[in-house]
């Protein structure tokens, strides 16, 4: 299985970490979404899409990409970080992708710390350990679903 794993990370690179520790497991290559061409999805069997949470939306960035992404019927897998903990819009992402004619597998969100300035504390040094280990596992299950 070949996996791409595209990525935009802004805030404190909270969901790279996430990006790099799927990739790691799945053996995929990694891009942020501004390295990647649209063409080159067409070889690849599976696509992970991912970011942190901006005025509850994922990064523009990626809506973009998948506007100029080609129909295809690739399995994809969509991921982010947040401070709220939580992927409350992600039917904006999943329509876009369904849509272009993609099928969404697999969906995994975490804590992402938020500020430094003192707001948004409880979620304090996220993607912790326990939620890399938790990205770990939902990559690794991902990988058995293709055997
Ligand atoms: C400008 C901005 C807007 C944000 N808006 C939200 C939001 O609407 N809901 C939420 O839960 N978190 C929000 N966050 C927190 C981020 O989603 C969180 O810190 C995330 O882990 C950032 O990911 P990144 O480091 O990969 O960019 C916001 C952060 C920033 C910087």
Known sequence: MKTLIIYK?????????LAKVMAEVMNADVAKVEDVRPEVLEGYDLIGFGSGIYASKLHNKLFKFI??????????FIFCTSGSGEFKKKQLITEKLELKGCTIVAEFNCSGEFSPLGFNLDKKGHPDENDLKRARQFAQGLVDLQQ
């Open 9 to 17: 990370s802004v805030h404190r690179k909270n969901t790279e970490k």
């Open 67 to 76: 506007r100029k992404m080609p129909a295809t019927d690739k399995k994809v």
